[in-house]
């Protein structure tokens, strides 16, 4: 059974770094899977971050980035701010018109 | 604007069936391949199903067989037929506009509750 990785939860303080990955356990993340990445808070749609490994959804700032580091596909949050206290989760292109996603990471700002 | 909007969600008893709507707004529907993602309380988000454009329809293992979805191009519409439902399928129900392998507009999601 194919399943798409990402760590559990994640802590940053106001301002600072961290990168969220999304692994396959049966291969190498690489461009062709189409990495995309979304943001939701309780009791909300998800929000479009990131598609195409690394193309920013219309008006989401550029604090987030998106690449592939190594094996996975990696979302950067730079300058993080209260706001981006969210769950986040990956989802991968696995042919065939199929998509999986991630576990999800729960980011706490603080 | 470019919108989505979900239907149909409600209290099902087990082993029912219910039919949710998606309607799509401000985008030529026609072009365009409409995923079903679902959420349980607490859970991760799951994908469920994409109908692409021309009809052509792809399932997860988890629903295959029971669910169903179809297209009316004519009432921008795509419609998830849900069957034999089961405890687990109690979720929110979320519909997704397809554009260049993700899901680029998302809808605000219809909550389907399967329980006797």
């Known amino acids: 059974q194919t399943v798409v990785t990402q760590e559990p939860s994640f802590s940053v303080s106001p301002g600072g770094t961290v990168t969220l990955t999304c692994g396959l356990n049966s291969d190498s993340v690489s461009t062709n899977y189409h990495p995309s990445w979304y943001q939701q808070t309780p009791g909300q749609a998800p929000r479009t971050l990131i598609y195409?490994?690394?193309v920013r959804s219309s008006g989401v700032p550029d604090r987030f980035s998106g690449s592939i580091l190594g094996d996975k596909a990696a979302l950067t949050i730079t300058g993080a701010r209260a706001d981006d206290e969210s769950d986040y989760y990956c989802?991968?292109?696995?042919?065939?018109?199929?998509?999986?996603f991630g576990t999800g990471t729960k980011v706490t700002v603080l | 604007q470019v919108q989505l909007v979900e239907t149909g969600g409600g209290v099902v008893q087990p082993g029912g069936s219910l039919r949710l709507s998606c309607a799509g707004s401000g985008f030529t529907f026609s072009r365009y391949g409409i995923h079903w993602v679902r959420q349980a309380a607490g859970k991760g988000l799951e994908w469920l199903s994409f109908i692409r454009y021309d009809g052509n329809d792809v399932y997860a293992v988890s629903v295959r067989g029971r669910f169903s979805v179809s297209r009316d191009n004519s009432e921008n519409t795509v419609s998830l037929q849900m069957n034999n439902l089961r405890a687990e399928d109690t979720a929110v129900y979320y519909c997704g506009k397809d554009d260049a392998y993700h899901m680029d507009v998302w809808g605000k999601g219809t909550t389907v509750t399967v329980s006797s």
């Open positions: 195409n490994t690394n």
């Open positions: 989802a991968l292109y696995m042919g065939g018109d199929i998509w999986l």
